[in-house]
């Protein structure tokens, strides 16, 4: 097969900016030609909160927000182009996750939503643009998430070394690759997101920069375990959450009755993060033999990657598991995401499944989408 480029765009649930990357894809290598990241505005970014918290919103503020995701994303892509110098024309396709706004896999009338008209996307960039991944998995009976493990496993799956790939955005996923086993994957929980929120309605601050201000706090036993009681831990995979669930009213519910200074929150929901995951990665262990430990990896990827506290408390806990970033395993910890839908929108180009039954719960493979011509 010729090399063919493609775009991926991503908007995760942190809101904190728009990711492209330009790759170039060929049979089975993928190679990042180049990447941006393109700032969104406070005034839209608090729009999308608003109705994702669930506050009443009408049908004029979604359709208007489409449109204006719609616009963020294409102007992301041409200062893309503009950076790389590449070429619009020889791109083959955009693949544009979209802006989540609810995810709700599992109630009676399972629906996934993502904002960004992608009409808009073809007509101002013109090129192809793929979107609207998820749903095509949720018809199909599956959570619709995460769709990043066929990427993770086509980048990283060994024969002789037992992997989990944790991305640690608004939410954390992992994707566990096990030697000679069908992949799992699924959300853990929060990642960054509860501690966004805290250090936001504390001072403003978009997030708590090296954990500098968490570093400060003494994690708080009970609170810690009241956050660690909540169902959705103990349900069992496939399944996916976000922002409907743990924002923070569920957070300050858990806080009602205690008297515990901010910081000491903060440091809490670092280390409430950091639980969660471990809880999970240690069932996937080999508890037989210790000299199997070095072939045990951690890899992450996401904002969370960035925060020292996050990293140091995972490595702790995980004293089998040699514990680093995907960058140290040759992909860029910060691109992971938006390079995965550049990777599923090839998928879908060729008309190639891009879901894994196995993770999502889906009654099958499937080609991920829908494609939106350039012209
Ligand atoms: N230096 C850092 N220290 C602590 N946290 C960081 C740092 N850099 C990024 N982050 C966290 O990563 C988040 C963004 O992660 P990202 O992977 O883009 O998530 P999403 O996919 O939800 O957009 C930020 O909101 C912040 O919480
Ligand atoms: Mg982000």
């Keep these: 097969m010729a090399i063919e480029r493609y775009i991926g765009i991503m908007s995760g649930t942190s809101m904190d900016g728009v990711d492209t990357v330009l790759v170039e894809i060929e049979e089975n290598s993928i190679r990042l030609m180049g990447e941006n ?51 619009a024309d020889s791109i083959t396709a955009i693949g544009s996750h979209g802006q989540t706004v609810f995810h709700s896999p599992d109630t009676q009338y399972a629906f996934t939503m993502q904002l960004g008209d992608a009409n808009i996307i073809a007509a101002k960039t013109h090129i192809t643009t793929i979107a609207d991944f998820r749903r095509k998995d949720m018809a199909l009976g599956g959570q619709g998430a995460p769709l990043v493990p066929a990427f993770h496993q086509q980048l990283f799956s060994s024969l002789d070394t037992t992997r989990v790939i944790l991305n640690i955005g608004g939410i954390a996923n992992i994707t566990v690759l096990t030697p000679n086993q069908p992949v799992t994957g699924y959300d853990t929980g929060p990642g960054n997101m509860l501690m966004d929120t805290w250090i936001h309605q504390y001072n403003g601050s978009q997030y708590d920069a090296n954990a500098k201000w968490a570093k400060t706090g003494t994690v ?38 205690l008297e515990i200074p901010a910081e000491d929150v903060q440091a809490t929901l670092a280390e409430f993060t950091a639980v969660t995951i471990t809880n999970d990665v240690i069932t996937y262990q080999h508890n037989e033999k210790p000299e199997l430990s070095t072939k045990q990896e951690l890899l992450v990827c996401g904002g969370g990657a960035h925060n020292p506290l996050l990293m140091a408390r995972l490595a702790a806990q995980l004293p089998n598991w040699q514990v680093m970033t995907t960058t140290e395993r040759g992909v860029d910890s910060d691109n992971m995401e938006a390079m995965a839908f550049a990777w599923l929108a090839y998928r879908t180009y060729h008309n190639q499944p891009g879901n894994l039954p196995e993770v999502t719960g889906a009654s099958g493979l499937t080609s991920l989408g829908a494609i939106y011509p350039a012209s």
């Design 37 to 87: 990241s393109f700032p969104m505005g406070e005034d839209l970014k608090q729009a999308l909160l608003d109705i994702c918290l669930g506050q009443s919103t009408n049908l004029q503020a979604v359709g208007e927000l489409d449109h204006r995701l719609g616009h963020l994303f294409a102007d992301a892509v041409l200062a893309l182009l503009e950076n790389t110098g590449i070429p």
């Design 220 to 257: 708080n036993k009970i609170l810690l375990e009241r956050l660690l009681d909540e169902p959705y831990f103990k349900q069992p995979a496939p399944k996916s959450t976000g922002r409907e669930l743990f924002n923070l009213p569920w957070l300050q519910q858990k806080l009602s009755g």
